[in-house]
């Protein structure tokens, strides 16, 4: 496989699905690709929600949207028929699971990657065995590739929002009447697993002792599922906490490039704000660090919950140091 060559209009498919995080981790390898081979056009599957924040990326020809998980197997009839007839010469899955593997088999690429895991190694003709260590997500989706000899140039995700998101988050600050002279900070206090979560009261109390400073406003990002969850936080009817209020992953990420800093919990918002070079605080409760943050990078740090005897004074050291470095 290392002798692979592409030529000009060979299609290449990379194969997503489902989770905001590791699409927008996927990023790096897909530009790295595309840099080493920029004869050739590529094309990615996923969900509704992980496919927004590939809108409008430079390296991608187009974003196919899978059905959500769980959906009946009949609405998936529309893209296995472009997947068959689409003719790639490259497909490589990024997740291997039963249903992308599925994806993989049906797309028919003349050659196609995926991990080498039981009940859906059959689906790839160049299997890759998935190594045990512990390290950025966005690093290791290069193992898939090592047979074709590629290099990261950098782990960093990418997100590219158009101008009218831009425009909207400038938008929403007017109406926010937000000041920009003061630091906005952004919280993202939610994640769709419970077992990730830095509970809401832990944050209310995080809340109380930073906003005592007045120095800085507060806004959080959340959908509008989400929000009910995070009613607590309306409590603070005295202070500048504010709610983002996007649609839109594109807004979500116009608006934080406006922030000073984001604290978050780990979860795909985080993957965000570290796409628009942001600096993060994340708390990780049941989660490894080493797998969602950035190796050796100053603007990222994260706190590791699930050993620590003192943990609120560290979390309060740590986010308040953030919000006043010059």
């Known amino acids: 496989m290392q002798d692979i ?3 000009s209009g060979d299609k290449v498919l990379f194969i997503a699905i489902r989770a905001m995080g590791d699409t927008l981790l996927a990023t790096p390898l897909i530009r790295d690709f595309k840099l080493q081979h920029p ?4 094309e990615v599957i996923a969900e509704n929600l992980p496919a927004q924040v590939l809108l409008g990326n430079p390296n991608i020809s187009k ?7 769980g959906s009946w197997i009949g609405s998936y009839g529309g893209l296995y028929h472009k997947l068959w007839k689409s003719k790639y010469k490259l497909s490589i899955d990024l997740i291997s699971t039963p ?13 196609r990657i995926g991990y080498k895991l039981r009940g859906r ?9 998935r190594r045990s260590i512990i390290q950025y997500s966005a690093i290791s989706k290069y193992d898939l590739v090592e047979r074709l000899d590629m290099t990261c140039s950098s782990p960093l995700p990418e997100i590219f929002p158009k101008t009218k998101y831009r425009d909207w988050a400038v938008g929403r600050i007017t109406e926010l009447k937000i000041d920009l002279s003061k630091p906005m900070i952004g919280i993202c206090p939610w994640s769709k697993r419970e077992w990730r979560r830095w ?4 944050w209310i109390r995080l809340l109380e002792k930073l906003l005592k400073y007045d120095e800085f406003q507060i806004i959080v990002f959340a959908s509008n599922t989400e ?15 504010l709610w983002a209020g996007a649609s839109h992953i594109h807004e979500v990420a116009a608006l934080m490039n406006h922030c000073k800093a984001i604290i ?9 704000a570290v796409a628009c070079a942001v600096p993060t605080l994340t708390f990780h409760v049941g989660s490894e660090p080493e797998l969602w943050n950035p190796p050796d990078n100053p603007l990222h740090k994260t706190i590791d919950l699930r050993e620590q005897s003192n943990a609120f004074d560290k979390v309060f050291t740590f986010a308040k140091e953030m919000i006043f470095k010059k």
């Open 199 to 202: 509970e809401i009261d832990n």
């Open 264 to 272: 978050t919990n780990d979860n795909g918002l985080k993957h965000v």
């Open 121 to 129: 190694s059959w689906a790839y003709n160049a299997p890759v065995q």
């Open 63 to 69: 974003v196919l949207i899978s059905p959500s998980h």
């Open 5 to 7: 060559r592409f030529k």
């Open 39 to 42: 004869e050739t056009s590529i």
């Open 227 to 241: 929000r009910p969850h995070l009613s607590q936080l309306e409590s603070f009817s005295n202070t500048s906490i």
């Open 99 to 111: 249903g992308s593997a599925l994806l993989s088999y049906i797309a028919n690429a003349k050659i």
